[in-house]
């Protein structure tokens, strides 16, 4: 079926959310993917950091094969081959680095979904039933302005975008949102939830004091209801607002404020997680902290859906038989995916080859023509423009056969597979070059 029909098809059947590029895309290899009339094209987006060894890599594809021929579906009722095995390899890649603060839980344990915002929904659960069971009732959490963690309805209100979340209000109550590297704000967000859930709970004049104080704490009008918080919620780098990391000090700071409150850390590391930011297997390592929970998806399965949340110390037994489930989480097929992924990942050493590779490219973006800014940590990098032409610098790009993301007007984000070398770095550079210096006039 040729494009043309596809997008007749599509205009016609399929629900449109998505302001679709006009391109079809039939086949993949390595770092490269190609159309339907056979142009080759380099990702420099891989699936929005989802396809992380490279599309068709042929060890995960002889996995889902393998399994496909074998068992597709089963549920969860019912044991799957190496579910067990991969939540073991989970737990020890969680509890990589050298930590300055000693991990708590002897193992993580894992609960496998389907996406990224399952498995914030899941975590976000997670952190409920903690604050109703072991700090009295508190449900409220913290996340940060900016952020992304999903789209169903509890993540969304949890998402710090406002213009995301308009026309689906009233959005779930209990989220405050604060802006990323300001502990002055995050503690002002502590301490006015606090006060206002004792305000409520005593029923006294003090009331409308302690409300005053949480409108102060949360000043992008987001509701925090009546409790008080249980749980902290970050990316470690904001990947949809643009590529904009949290410092390793506030990271730090966070988790000591956290720590010291008995409030729960969630750190959302669905598209940082699997080496996408070098070095480590997910990034709050970098700051060598230890959350409560830890939600992941995207690179874990080359593409294959497969996520999953974690828990460690008390947090890692606290959801029981009925509280949570999932009709396709951990099945055969993605049970297979994340582990052929994960030994790929192993074998190329992506620790290494990511953070060396992040530099590399990082410094070569920085040379660029109305290139202002770089940030990000990996292979994980967004880019800010002198000029407001993201959006024709990426139509172009992928005009010369090139695949990458651009937020807003002044933003483009890089997310290429975890194999590339630098000879394909050099190859957008130079694609990125020629497009930049024709926009410098």
Same mark, same amino acid.
């Not at 969680?94 to 991990?103: I, K, M, N």
């Not at 704000?185 to 104080?213: E, K, M, R, T």
């Given at each position: 079926?040729?494009?043309?029909?596809?997008?007749?098809?599509?205009?016609?059947?399929?629900?449109? #959310?998505?302001?679709?590029?006009?391109?079809?895309?039939?086949?993949?290899?390595?770092?490269?993917?190609?159309? +339907?009339?056979?142009? *080759?094209?380099?990702?420099?987006?891989?699936?929005?950091?989802?396809?992380?060894?490279?599309?068709?890599?042929?060890?995960?594809?002889?996995?889902?094969?393998?399994?496909?021929? *074998? @068992?597709?579906?089963?549920?969860?009722?019912?044991?799957?081959?190496?579910?067990?095995?991969?939540?073991?390899?989970?737990?020890?890649?969680?509890? #990589?680095?050298?930590?300055?603060?000693?991990?708590?839980?002897?193992?993580?344990?894992?609960?496998? &979904?389907?996406?990224?915002?399952?498995?914030?929904?899941?975590? %976000?659960?997670?952190?409920? *039933?903690?604050?109703?069971?072991?700090?009295?009732?508190?449900?409220?959490?913290?996340?940060?302005?900016?952020?992304?963690?999903?789209?169903?309805?509890?993540?969304?209100?949890?998402?710090?975008?406002?213009?995301?979340?308009?026309?689906?209000?009233?959005?779930?109550?209990?989220? $405050?949102?604060?802006?990323?590297?300001?502990?002055?704000?995050?503690?002002?967000?502590?301490?006015?939830?606090?006060?206002?859930?004792?305000?409520?709970?005593?029923?006294?004049?003090?009331?409308?004091?302690? &409300?005053?104080?949480?409108?102060?704490?949360?000043?992008?009008?987001?509701?925090?209801?009546?409790?008080?918080?249980?749980?902290?919620?970050?990316?470690?780098?904001?990947?949809?607002?643009?590529?904009?990391?949290?410092?390793?000090?506030?990271?730090?700071?966070?988790?000591?404020?956290?720590?010291?409150?008995? %409030?729960?850390? $969630?750190? +959302?590391?669905?598209?940082?997680?699997?080496?996408? #930011?070098?070095?480590?297997?997910?990034?709050?390592?970098? &700051?060598? $902290?230890?959350? +409560?929970?830890?939600?992941?998806?995207?690179? /874990?399965?080359?593409?294959?859906?497969?996520?999953?949340?974690?828990?460690?110390?008390?947090?890692?037994?606290?959801?029981?038989?009925?509280?949570?489930?999932?009709?396709?989480?951990?099945?055969?097929?993605? $049970?297979?995916?994340?582990?052929?992924?994960?030994?790929?990942?192993?074998?190329? +050493?992506?620790?290494?080859?990511?953070?060396?590779?992040?530099?590399?490219?990082?410094?070569?973006?920085?040379?660029?023509?109305?290139?202002?800014?770089?940030?990000?940590?990996?292979?994980?990098?967004?880019?800010?423009?002198?000029?407001?032409?993201?959006?024709?610098?990426?139509?172009?790009?992928?005009?010369?056969?090139?695949?990458?993301?651009?937020?807003?007007?002044?933003?483009?984000?890089?997310?290429?597979? @975890?194999?590339?070398?630098?000879?394909?770095?050099?190859?957008?550079?130079?694609?990125?070059?020629? /497009?930049?210096?024709?926009?410098?006039?």
């Amino acid at each position: 079926m040729s494009l043309v029909q596809q997008q007749e098809f599509e205009n016609d059947f399929v629900m449109h #959310t998505y302001g679709r590029k006009p391109v079809m895309f039939v086949r993949g290899e390595g770092v490269y993917l190609y159309d +339907d009339a056979g142009k *080759k094209y380099l990702d420099f987006l891989a699936g929005v950091g989802a396809v992380s060894v490279g599309h068709s890599n042929p060890n995960v594809v002889a996995a889902l094969q393998e399994q496909a021929a *074998k @068992l597709v579906h089963v549920g969860n009722y019912f044991y799957v081959e190496g579910r067990g095995e991969l939540a073991q390899k989970l737990s020890g890649l969680l509890a #990589t680095s050298g930590a300055e603060q000693e991990d708590p839980s002897g193992a993580w344990k894992v609960f496998f &979904a389907n996406s990224g915002a399952e498995a914030n929904e899941g975590a %976000i659960k997670l952190a409920r *039933k903690y604050g109703n069971e072991k700090l009295g009732g508190a449900g409220t959490i913290i996340s940060a302005q900016q952020s992304f963690h999903g789209r169903t309805l509890a993540a969304l209100a949890a998402t710090g975008q406002e213009g995301k979340q308009a026309v689906f209000a009233p959005m779930p109550a209990g989220f $405050i949102h604060v802006p990323i590297n300001d502990e002055a704000a995050l503690l002002a967000a502590l301490d006015g939830a606090a006060a206002n859930a004792a305000a409520a709970a005593n029923g006294s004049a003090h009331a409308a004091d302690g &409300a005053a104080a949480h409108a102060a704490a949360a000043p992008d009008g987001s509701a925090a209801g009546s409790s008080a918080v249980c749980a902290v919620m970050l990316e470690c780098v904001q990947g949809e607002a643009g590529v904009w990391p949290c410092s390793l000090e506030y990271l730090k700071a966070v988790r000591k404020l956290t720590a010291e409150r008995n %409030i729960a850390l $969630i750190i +959302d590391e669905v598209q940082t997680g699997f080496y996408r #930011t070098g070095t480590y297997p997910f990034s709050y390592q970098h &700051a060598g $902290i230890v959350p +409560d929970i830890v939600s992941m998806a995207k690179g /874990i399965g080359n593409g294959f859906p497969v996520a999953a949340f974690a828990a460690c110390g008390e947090m890692a037994d606290l959801l029981v038989l009925g509280e949570h489930g999932s009709t396709f989480g951990g099945g055969p097929l993605a $049970i297979a995916a994340a582990h052929a992924t994960l030994d790929e990942l192993e074998a190329n +050493d992506a620790a290494t080859q990511v953070a060396q590779l992040g530099e590399y490219f990082a410094a070569g973006l920085a040379k660029l023509p109305l290139v202002v800014d770089v940030r990000g940590k990996g292979l994980m990098c967004g880019v800010s423009l002198s000029k407001p032409v993201a959006p024709e610098v990426g139509e172009a790009a992928l005009e010369g056969g090139l695949v990458i993301n651009t937020i807003g007007d002044n933003t483009l984000r890089f997310l290429p597979p @975890l194999v590339v070398n630098k000879e394909q770095i050099d190859e957008a550079l130079s694609i990125l070059q020629t /497009i930049l210096a024709g926009k410098v006039s």
